[in-house]
């Protein structure tokens, strides 16, 4: 009996869909259409004391505190001077049982795509030193690769649930 194994396959299939692309620092990532709420221009964000440095600080958006973070700052990147095209993409996210607001500062947003499974690989293991569980997987668009992200993942879950409880 011969078996084959089309988990692989399987998982891509589930990571298809519509993202949302970004530039961090000249390079393209997408995140999950279905996680982002919206995309607001820069507005004033209050620091927050003792916070991790990727962290910027909240927002007032309509009402409700949001907490911002410099997704540049978070993947280790050289901060920049945020210019007319960086925004902040507010996602939903899980903390505690919960659905949780957080704002990510990015370079600028591009455009919806639809990514096929078939474009779609796991991403490399670098080591058991680098974590990449925060990576989806790398999408083949147009001859280069944009980096699927888990954002859920991006944040591990004690930084969510501080998020939460500021909330």
């Known amino acids: 009996m011969t078996q084959t194994n089309?988990?692989?396959?399987?998982?891509?299939?589930?990571?298809?869909?519509?993202?949302?692309?970004?530039?961090?620092?000249?390079?393209?990532?997408?995140?999950?259409?279905?996680?982002?709420?919206?995309?607001?221009?820069?507005?004033?964000?209050?620091?927050?004391?003792?916070?991790?440095?990727?962290?910027?600080?909240?927002?007032?958006?309509?009402?409700?505190?949001?907490?911002?973070?410099?997704?540049?700052?978070?993947f280790g990147m050289m901060e920049t001077s945020y210019t007319e095209r960086t925004c902040i993409i507010v996602v939903e996210t899980r903390g505690q049982g919960r659905s949780v607001l957080i704002g990510i500062v990015v370079d600028s947003v591009s455009e919806v795509l639809n990514i096929k499974a078939n474009d779609i690989e796991e991403a490399p293991t670098f080591g058991a030193k680098l974590d990449t569980d925060y990576?989806?997987?790398?999408?083949?668009?147009?001859?280069?690769?944009?980096?699927?992200?888990?954002?859920?993942r991006v944040l591990n879950?004690?930084?969510?649930?501080?998020?939460?409880k500021a909330a």
């Open 135 to 152: 990576i989806l997987g790398m999408a083949k668009m147009n001859g280069g690769v944009k980096i699927l992200l888990d954002i859920g």
């Open 6 to 74: 089309d988990h692989p396959v399987k998982m891509m299939a589930e990571k298809e869909g519509k993202y949302l692309t970004l530039s961090l620092a000249g390079e393209e990532y997408g995140i999950e259409i279905l996680k982002v709420k919206e995309i607001i221009g820069m507005m004033p964000i209050t620091t927050v004391p003792r916070t991790p440095p990727y962290v910027k600080g909240v927002i007032n958006l309509r009402g409700k505190v949001i907490p911002v973070v410099d997704l540049r700052l978070k």
């Open 157 to 164: 879950s004690d930084e969510i649930n501080v998020f939460d």
